[in-house]
């Protein structure tokens, strides 16, 4: 019987004594069989201290995915346990149920299941065991606590992974894996064809033409094994909302697209958050490792509130790409940005290096800028207009100096980083 029913059950009874022995002294009878009742409780129920708990299951979770992780209570005491068990987790762990009740005879033990669907990216740690051991009579228990840690971290979900197959396919054909061939700085010689019409006459092979009855070109294909460094701000600007995610989330996810495609392109890819000190960075990991690195280092990241030190973030890069790299930093366009942090920092890191500069845009201001529904949109319109040919600007100063710009909203941001890339790699600027 449940302990609310128990409660209601002594009550009736005791009102049932009351109305047929009015008075005081029924009343009193009535209180102390219910003293007892609640001593005997208290003396009866199994000890919270004495109870043994651990924990099992999963640690690592997709964001948007569900794991289990179970909770094994020993009770090793003489007494059976009648309990209600609260398993606290933060509320963004999505766990269910919280609350479980459970009964564990002596020298048993029970395993109680947790479902967590995590709502936000990062660590999700367990607090503590709360356990209430009820007495056979249900009307009084004991209370206590266990620490009983674990964490589950929740890893960037990847959602662009599905525009992988298809970059791949343009990369198979740079690669010359298809009919298609580039030719540009900096590329490697890969194998002799015959002419055809619409071949670049400098791709000519006179001595092997010599020596052939037709005209001979030399085919190229992309140099292999170059270095990708991708490069997130974690800075104030990273904290900005667009949509329904920050834009170091966006960030992260086109980091991963362009990561896992640079890898299937032989390349070596590493990662550096910052923002006034190195926040994450990953190195040195195969391509069978590359992925599961970067995600377990950018789920924990969070933006911090502070201006981003760009000399700082400058030197950093300099100290960990020693050869000639492709830096992709991912942070904002606002005009302060760039022309307070960015320029000044830029030209030491183009004189060694090819520099794409990646931008989340907010789509809402191209919506306001559209919008002449009335005398306030008019209005709204106007700032919206003037913020994008601010962020054109900035864009602008930046593309003079040789850097490749790529501003996109959240949904096309990651495809358009990995076309970049692609492009790059065709014109042999890798």
């Known amino acids: 019987m449940a302990l609310t029913g128990r409660l209601a059950l002594v009550a009736a009874l005791g009102a049932l004594v009351c109305g047929v022995f009015p008075g005081p002294a029924a009343f009193l009878a009535v209180l102390g069989v219910l003293l007892l009742g609640v001593v005997v409780d208290v003396v009866l129920a199994a000890p919270v201290s004495a109870l043994a708990l651990r924990r099992s299951g999963d640690t690592a979770v997709r964001l948007g995915g569900s794991v289990s992780v179970e909770l094994v209570i020993a009770n090793p005491g003489p007494r059976t346990l009648r309990a209600l068990v609260r398993d606290a987790w933060p509320p963004s762990a999505g766990a269910s149920p919280t609350r479980h009740r459970v009964t564990v005879p002596a020298g048993e033990r029970r395993r109680l299941t947790t479902s967590l669907t995590p709502t936000r990216r990062g660590d ?50 740079l690669d010359g894996r298809t009919a298609v061939m580039v030719r540009g700085q900096g590329t490697e010689f890969d194998s002799l064809r015959e002419y055809v019409i619409g071949d670049d006459v400098r791709s000519i092979d006179w001595r092997a033409t010599a020596r052939a009855a037709d005209v001979v070109v030399r085919t190229w294909r992309p140099e292999r094994d170059r270095q990708v460094l991708i490069v997130l701000d974690t800075g104030r600007t990273a904290a900005g909302r667009v949509g329904d995610a920050p834009r ?36 040195g990991a195969g391509r069978g490792d590359l992925l599961p690195g970067l995600v377990q280092a950018m789920a924990p990241l969070e933006p911090e509130l502070v201006e981003t030190d760009v000399r700082g973030m400058v030197a950093a890069v300099l100290a960990r790409a020693t050869r000639r790299s492709l830096v992709v930093l991912f942070t904002g366009l606002d005009p302060a940005t760039v022309t307070e942090g960015l320029l000044p920092g830029l030209p030491s890191l183009l004189t060694r290096h090819t520099v794409v500069v990646a931008a989340v845009a907010d789509p809402r201001v191209a919506e306001l800028a559209a919008d002449r529904s009335d005398a ?33 909203p959240p949904d096309t941001l990651a495809p358009a980083v990995a076309d970049a890339y692609l492009a790059l790699k065709a014109a042999g600027r890798l």
Do not use: C, I, N
Request: charged share 25%; aromatic share 4%; net charge positive.
């Open 124 to 173: 999700r740690r367990a607090d503590r065991v709360t356990v209430r051991s009820f007495g056979p009579l249900g009307l009084a228990a004991r209370q206590g606590h266990h620490e009983v840690p674990w964490s589950v971290r929740a890893l960037p979900p990847f959602t662009s992974r599905k525009h992988l197959p298809s970059r791949l396919a343009r990369l198979r054909e």
């Open 248 to 283: 170091l989330d966006t960030a992260m996810d086109a980091a991963l697209l362009l990561g896992a495609l640079a890898a299937r392109a032989g390349d070596t890819v590493g990662l550096l958050a910052y923002d006034r000190t190195v926040r994450a960075q990953v190195g």
């Open 376 to 408: 306030d949109a008019v209005y709204g319109a106007a700032a919206a207009e003037r913020a994008r040919a601010e962020r054109r600007t900035a864009a602008a100063q930046l593309t003079r100096r040789g850097v490749t710009v790529v501003d996109e």
